[in-house]
């Protein structure tokens, strides 16, 4: 059962065992922003005036005008599409509610770190904070994805008191915990609260059980190397991080792994809730060089990617959706060569009445892009491919049909997003047919130009696409996703990708494709 909250008037401790490198600290009541640099020991380097909920105490509901207290993460920068009054014209997200907040029954969503185009007053935000514009150009760069935040009531920055032993003893819970994974082990388990985890996380304790019992019996091994584990002290909770690379027959993945842990009754911290931040952070390029330091030697032998995203609330650990139709569910054989959901859609909830017969992956489905926004292609499909497809879904039925062609379109899509990260022009090119059109570009040749003249510029240094969705239309298919981009400039994206696709052959190829950015909500705090 959700637990009461506990972090009203909170004063946070900086314990000077398992700090990170650097971290961003609020003090409430002296209504101040704060930002650390570890250094040997632990520094000040920015002391900023802030402004934060209308109301004291701890966030607890949709609306209550109060700023969270706890322990957070930046998730990614908004820099463009908010009210310049209202935010600057510079929002950095934070992950609440995190695991133990959605124990403890809060609700509300929306808290970021802005400043105010018109100067700032004390205690003036719906639960966000604050600072002034000169002072989130001078600590915004330093707000990378993943920088640890604490919010309270109270900070004392000038004291940082020795470990008592309890972040040395979560530390060397974190690395036997990732020691029992790597070999498979049934004694990774007992790390965790059972009921606690089931009321944090979206899955049941069983169901996760189950899913890395069937896994432990699949994979001939599993590897995972952590770099420095971190650790801060929450209200009556603690967490843990760390750069993690995971490598399995099936599968390769770096990224950021969070565990939040509770005393139980018996004393014992245990697990209550977790997240993974799929990130590119060179630990295998690092591992092949002979450079990466595992803290955790796994047990398991035979030794065998990212800009900002909202976490996950585990990794998956598989090629295999998160959430399969139930036609599908008692067939994990048939999920191989599926795309992978990274993470929930940072799109607007969809469309109360979605089309008919589609299949959706991840936590919530993308959106029904209007008609007015995204027609009906004029071009039509080559006549006898179109006749084809349409005579299979008249014998098999429009859900049959999709669940025929998921994984054919799923792997060419892998496939293509591999080729455009690497910058692969021959091999991105593939995925086209020769009359394609790409926002504005019309034809294979047009489109090839213009990435031959871009990528000698700059090179695309991620791809990410997550919340797949297909439709049947009367073409082919249409493919929404969820689409994170970066490159070697520094710059970055995120929005809604829709691919109409058609067989050209026997491939399934691109033949149009649009991109709109996401649709920012009116009011960041809620």
Request: proline residues 8%; neutral net charge; contains cysteine.
């Amino acid at each position: 059962m959700p637990m009461p909250a506990k972090a009203d008037n909170w004063q946070a401790a900086l314990h000077d065992a398992g700090l990170p490198q650097r971290l961003a600290a609020v003090d409430k009541n002296r209504q101040t922003f704060l930002f650390f640099e570890k250094k040997s020991p632990l520094k000040l380097k920015y002391s900023f005036p802030c402004t934060t909920g209308q109301l004291a105490g701890d966030k607890r509901e949709l609306n209550d005008l109060r700023t969270p207290e706890g322990v957070y993460f930046v998730d990614y920068k908004i820099a463009s599409g908010l009210d310049f009054k209202e935010y600057g014209g510079i929002a950095y997200t934070l992950n609440y509610p995190n695991p133990v907040d959605r124990l403890r029954g809060k609700t509300g969503y929306g808290i970021w770190i802005h400043s105010k185009g018109f100067g700032i007053v004390p205690r003036n935000t719906r639960g966000c904070i604050a600072i002034g514009l000169r002072e989130i150009d001078e600590v915004g760069p330093l707000l990378t994805p993943g920088t640890a935040v604490i919010l309270a009531e109270k900070v004392d920055e000038t004291k940082i008191p020795s470990d008592n032993g309890t972040a040395a003893e979560l530390r060397k819970r974190m690395r036997l915990w990732t020691e029992a994974w790597a070999a498979r082990s049934r004694k990774m388990f007992d790390y965790y609260d059972p009921e606690a985890y089931g009321s944090a996380m979206s899955e049941s304790f069983e169901a996760f059980r189950k899913n890395k019992e069937r896994l432990f019996g699949m994979l001939r091994f599993i590897k995972i190397f952590n770099r420095e584990i971190h650790v801060l002290e929450g209200p009556d909770y603690w967490v843990t991080w760390s750069e993690q690379m995971y490598s399995a027959p099936n599968l390769s993945t770096e990224g950021v792994r969070r565990l939040y842990w509770q005393r139980g009754k018996d004393n014992v911290f245990r697990i209550v809730g977790m997240e993974w931040l799929p990130r590119n952070v060179g630990m295998r390029a690092d591992f092949q060089k002979g450079r990466l330091v595992a803290e955790s030697a796994p047990v398991a032998s035979d030794a065998s990617s990212e800009a900002p995203v909202a976490p996950r609330l585990d990794m998956p650990e598989a090629p295999a959706p998160e959430k399969m139709p139930e036609k599908l569910a008692d067939k994990p054989e048939s999920a191989a060569g599926r795309l992978v959901a990274i993470s929930d859609p940072l799109v607007p909830e969809p469309a109360p009445t979605p089309p008919p017969a589609e299949v959706t992956w991840g936590a919530r489905a993308m959106p029904q892009i209007p008609a007015e926004s995204a027609p009906e292609p004029a071009a039509a499909a080559p006549p006898e491919n179109a006749r084809q497809t349409q005579a299979q879904i008249q014998e098999q039925g429009q859900a049959q049909y999709l669940e025929s062609v998921t994984e054919p379109v799923s792997a060419m899509l892998e496939n293509w997003r591999k080729a455009w990260e690497a910058g692969r022009l021959d091999d991105y090119m593939g995925y086209y047919t020769d009359d394609a059109t790409q926002q504005g570009r019309y034809g294979a040749k047009s489109i090839r130009r213009k990435k031959e003249e871009l990528w000698a510029r700059v090179q695309p240094t991620l791809v990410r696409i997550s919340g797949l969705r297909l439709a049947v239309n009367k073409r082919g298919l249409r493919a929404d996703m969820s689409q994170t981009y970066a490159d070697s400039s520094g710059h970055s994206d995120r929005g809604t990708k829709t691919l109409w696709l058609r067989l050209d052959g026997r491939e399934w190829r691109i033949w149009r494709e649009d991109w709109a950015p996401p649709a920012v909500r009116s009011n960041a705090e809620n």
